[in-house]
């Protein structure tokens, strides 16, 4: 059972551009939370979804910033216009639809120039 | 909402040496804690958690147990090894019943031979 991916693992920006990070959870998840960790610190919760639904966007910046979970296909992390501060480690979790574990990807480490 | 406070670090000891990493936590109810470990440039793994008051978490050699009077949720390892350096995290729900996570700051442990 393959465990949480997350594409791409590395990613470079400059500024201005669009960041679009890719989360596949584990088989059977229909939960998915995204995670920011800034160099030295903890992760921040970000947003949580399930199968086309945001549950909980509390933590996402309210501009530039979007979350999406289709039907059919990964989820995505969108990030418009970025600037330098959006340099960060962003990791994905999934769980099942029952239990509070979370299992968590390896992480995008995104790079804004 | 639910939070914790970790010990800072970083944390230096000697293979063989014992252990402990303070976290408290502020919650309402008794929401589930966990430990997380997060190993340089991978993603956090789930080390151990408890579900309830008193329980003991335990994995690789490491333990925590919920205390209820103290709220806290120290974690210990009687024997560390090289291989334990990485960067620890205490984590607990936002709000009891929920499922995002509140993460402490992280403690980073090096073990030197």
């Known amino acids: 059972n393959a465990g949480v991916m997350q594409n791409p693992r590395h990613l470079v920006r400059r500024r201005g551009q669009e960041a679009r990070l890719r989360c596949s959870p584990m088989?059977?998840?229909?939960?998915v939370y995204w995670y920011r960790q800034l160099p030295e610190e903890g992760l921040k919760f970000m947003v949580y979804?399930?199968?086309?639904?945001?549950?909980?966007e509390s933590g996402m910046p309210k501009e530039r910033f979007s979350a999406e979970f289709p039907k059919e296909g990964p989820s995505i992390l969108r990030i418009q216009q970025v600037v330098r501060g959006d340099s960060a480690a962003y990791f994905c979790?999934?769980?099942?639809?029952?239990?509070?574990?979370?299992?968590f990807g390896p992480g995008t480490r995104l790079t804004v120039l | 909402g639910n939070s914790v406070t970790q010990m800072e670090g970083p944390v230096t000891l000697s293979e063989e040496a014992f252990l402990t990493i303070n976290c408290t936590y502020t919650?309402?109810?008794?929401?589930?804690l966990f430990w997380y470990v997060q190993y340089p440039g991978e993603g956090l793994q789930l080390l151990l958690k408890?579900?309830?008051?008193?329980d003991k978490g335990s994995n690789k050699g490491f333990e925590a147990t919920y205390r209820k009077e103290t709220t806290s949720f120290h974690l210990e390892k009687g024997s560390v090894q090289v291989s334990d350096s990485a960067v620890y995290f205490c984590?607990?729900?936002?709000?009891?019943?929920?499922?995002?996570?509140?993460f402490g700051t992280g403690t980073r442990l090096t073990v030197i031979p």
């Open positions: 408890a579900t309830k008051a008193d």
């Open positions: 979804l399930q199968k086309e639904n945001i549950i909980d």
């Open positions: 088989k059977g998840h229909s939960h």
């Open positions: 984590a607990l729900p936002y709000q009891t019943g929920a499922n995002n996570l509140f």
């Open positions: 979790a999934s769980s099942p639809p029952i239990g509070d574990e979370q299992f």
């Open positions: 919650a309402t109810g008794y929401p589930s």
